[in-house]
């Protein structure tokens, strides 16, 4: 280790001062003249030795203490602090950061997967769905709307000439049926159709001559269902041929059956104009129902405000179920 010119002047002076301390005690020796000698001859040992404790203790000073101070407190700032910030920091960062990019992508990419793929199913069972509802749906609407349209056109259209739906010829009709609620259930008159000049006058019953009779609508196995026309059972109509100036043909037609298993059946009319009768036995007792026409001419007078029209069942049976009357008027 090479000593500076202040270390080693430093050391000169320390090594004649050991040799001066050395004379000094070689002169007090009480032994006498041959220490000195002995003193003297040793002094460059002396200034040898002296001159090594002042290097050793030099160098401790300088290498022990320094070193210590410069070597041990930088490094450990400059290690630990470089070492914990760049080393531990940035590795967290550069290693941390990849793998949370990794795993944040592992984790969304099956999420979007699943999603995409759940999604495909559920497109294909909604248009499945929606494949099968539509038929089911269009085909009870095409339905209802055939059966809502077909009831209009057969009951308020029917024929060119006056609506008259029952077969007959004419210009002008009136036309009821008769409802229920099931077998034996109380019968009420509907009305279908009037296209006669005057419909002020337009009223329908059922009555008979029994006491506390109530209607009857029957018959809903074999047929629709109607009225039980039977023993004393009448129909009245009231309506009004004011307006027609003549009358060519009038037709009184009856839709239904005889309500007898073993004999066809027939109907009977009276107005206070005339009276009349189907045919005996015109009307089957078989199903589906039909209808039965019969001329009724005679009974009516054309300009006539105030008819009145009672209608009965006659033989053989006596008995029929009436689901709808037509009276069509051919008025020329």
């Not at 059966?147 to 007959?168: F, K």
């Amino acid at each position: 280790m090479l000593m500076r010119g202040s270390d080693r002047r430093a050391v000169r002076h320390v090594g004649l001062a050991a040799w001066a301390l050395v004379a000094l005690a070689s002169c007090a020796d009480p032994h006498g003249p041959e220490e000195p000698l002995d003193a003297k001859a040793d002094a460059p040992d002396a200034i040898e030795d002296s001159a090594e404790a002042a290097v050793d203790a030099t160098p401790d000073v300088t290498v022990d203490a320094s070193p210590d101070v410069t070597v041990d407190a930088a490094p450990d700032v400059t290690v630990d602090a470089v070492t914990d910030v760049t080393v531990d920091a940035t590795p967290d960062v550069a290693v941390d950061a990849p793998l949370d990019a990794r795993d944040a992508a592992i984790d969304a990419a099956p999420d979007v997967a699943v999603d995409v793929r759940d999604a495909a199913p559920d497109v294909a069972v909604d248009v499945r769905d929606a494949a099968a509802d539509a038929p089911v749906d269009v085909a009870p609407d095409v339905r209802d709307a055939a059966a809502d349209v077909a009831p209009d056109v057969v009951v308020d259209a029917g024929p060119p000439l006056g609506g008259c739906v029952s077969g007959a010829t004419g210009t002008h009709v009136a036309r009821f049926r008769w409802t229920g609620s099931g077998s034996r259930s109380r019968a009420t008159g509907s009305y279908e159709a009037n296209t006669l000049p005057d419909r002020a006058r337009w009223r329908v019953t059922a009555n008979s001559r029994s006491i506390g009779y109530t209607p009857v609508f029957d018959d809903v196995f074999l047929g629709v269902g109607g009225l039980d026309l039977s023993g004393t059972v009448f129909i009245d109509v009231e309506l009004s041929t004011a307006g027609l100036a003549r009358l060519s043909n009038v037709t009184i037609a009856v839709f239904g059956r005889s309500f007898n298993t073993t004999a066809s059946g027939s109907y009977a009319w009276q107005t206070f104009d005339g009276t009349g009768a189907a045919p005996s036995g015109l009307v089957a007792n078989s199903a589906p129902y039909q209808w039965y026409r019969a001329d009724a001419t005679r009974a009516f007078a054309p300009g006539n405000g105030s008819v009145l029209l009672r209608i009965t069942p006659g033989p053989p049976s006596g008995s029929l179920i009436v689901n709808r009357v037509e009276i069509c008027f051919d008025a020329r």
